[in-house]
């Protein structure tokens, strides 16, 4: 396995056996930093991370997992660059490869974060785009093997927006790793054919399932995990809230859906959640349309099923593992970590 020098922008990019290193690898990082131990190796290297869209964990993850390898840190916000207004992607990536060691981005179309890596040097690391989200998929499946203790022959199901980013990497990963994987959702919402094209044969090859469905029932007492994401997603128009609510009302993850799944089922949600109205855009929500929780009942994100904050951890570990195998060169840096 070789991972020096090259980029990660999906989850389809890496092999089975190469996606399960990075799991290990992030597991062993996870182990280091409970320890203690210092693992700085990459004192000489700094990063860019660009977001043309917010956040909390990607942002944060990428940051702590850089300091704790040791490396400087530039965040650029999505105001604070010429990219895109001033400068074009491929002029960008030709700068920014000069000066840093990687590149994160997290914006708008993976043509983008496409042309990034196109034009660079070093690693470009994908942190969301419209289509993918591939450090997510992998920080989930780790939260999974560690409450499972196994992967390969687990049932996890996506429930509501099935045709976003977040599904699509799931799909993907779950093809890859062995896990059956039911997308139920409206199907004016399914996943675009070409994603499913492709990870089918995966999955076919890995003994794995894929199932697209609109109907709820499917999921009776075969779901190990349910799995549900925002119903608008970034970069989306406001106006399809009304739209989007009348669609996904059915799929919203409750106590009755729970018991659909297996008994000893877990809820998991990238986050952020809309599971009360305790943000801005809930409560401006709740005043149009007049709901008090959306995706996920609050009474479910909060029970003991929810491993919601797990995989927000889970995202330092193994984003930390990707940046660290892309950047690791084993003439330079000694064994101790790999
Ligand atoms: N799950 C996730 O990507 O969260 P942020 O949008 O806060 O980065
Ligand atoms: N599907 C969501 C994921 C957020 C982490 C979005 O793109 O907004």
């Known amino acids: 396995m070789n991972f020096t020098g090259r980029d990660f922008l999906r989850v389809l990019d890496y092999s089975e056996d190469e996606l399960r290193y990075m799991l290990a690898t992030a597991k062993k990082f996870k182990q280091l930093k409970k320890e203690g131990k210092n693992h700085k190796v990459f004192s000489d290297k700094n990063i860019a991370i660009i977001f043309e869209k917010t956040s909390t964990r990607t942002r944060c993850s990428f940051e ?3 300091y704790d390898l040791g490396m400087g840190v530039t965040y650029l916000d999505p105001t604070g660059s010429q990219m895109g207004h001033k400068e074009s992607i491929a002029d960008t990536a030709r700068v920014l490869s000069r000066l840093y060691d990687g590149i994160e981005y997290r914006g708008f179309d993976q043509s983008i974060v496409n042309t990034l890596a ?8 994908n942190g969301l785009t419209n289509e993918w ?5 992998l920080a989930d499946f780790m939260t999974l093997e560690e409450h499972f203790g196994r992967l390969s022959g687990l049932t996890l199901a996506y429930v509501g927006d099935t045709h976003n980013n977040v599904a699509n990497s799931l799909m993907a990963m779950s093809a ?10 409206p199907s004016s919402l399914r996943p675009s054919d070409a994603v499913i094209n492709e990870c089918s044969p995966v ?14 029932a499917v999921l009776d007492g075969r779901a190990d995990a349910i799995y ?11 106006v399809k809230w009304g739209e989007r609510i009348e669609l996904l009302r059915p799929y919203q993850v409750n106590a009755e859906m729970m018991n659909r799944a297996k008994p000893g089922a877990v809820f998991l ?3 952020p959640a809309f599971h009360d109205l305790n943000t ?9 349309f007049g709901l008090t929780e959306m995706e996920v009942t609050n009474e479910v994100f909060e029970s003991n099923r929810s491993l919601v904050f797990d995989q927000a951890e889970n995202r330092m570990h193994t984003i930390k593992s990707v940046m660290f195998l892309t950047l690791y060169k084993k003439e330079k840096y000694n064994e101790e970590y790999n």
């Not at 196109?118 to 470009?124: F, G, I, K, N, W």
């Not at 989200?133 to 998929?137: D, N, S, V």
């Not at 890859?176 to 959702?185: R, S, T, Y």
């Not at 549900?228 to 406001?238: H, N, P």
């Open 203 to 216: 999955a076919e090859r890995n003994g794995c399932s894929i199932e697209v469905t609109d109907n709820i």
């Open 176 to 185: 890859k790793m062995g896990v059956n994987f039911i997308a139920c959702g």
């Open 118 to 125: 196109e034009y660079s040097d070093v690693p470009v690391w």
């Open 269 to 271: 949600h990238c986050l």
């Open 64 to 66: 702590v997992a850089g």
């Open 280 to 288: 801005a855009v809930a409560r401006d929500v709740n005043e149009k």
């Open 133 to 137: 989200h591939p450090t997510q998929a």
């Open 228 to 238: 549900t994401d925002v119903w608008l997603s970034m970069g989306e128009d406001k």
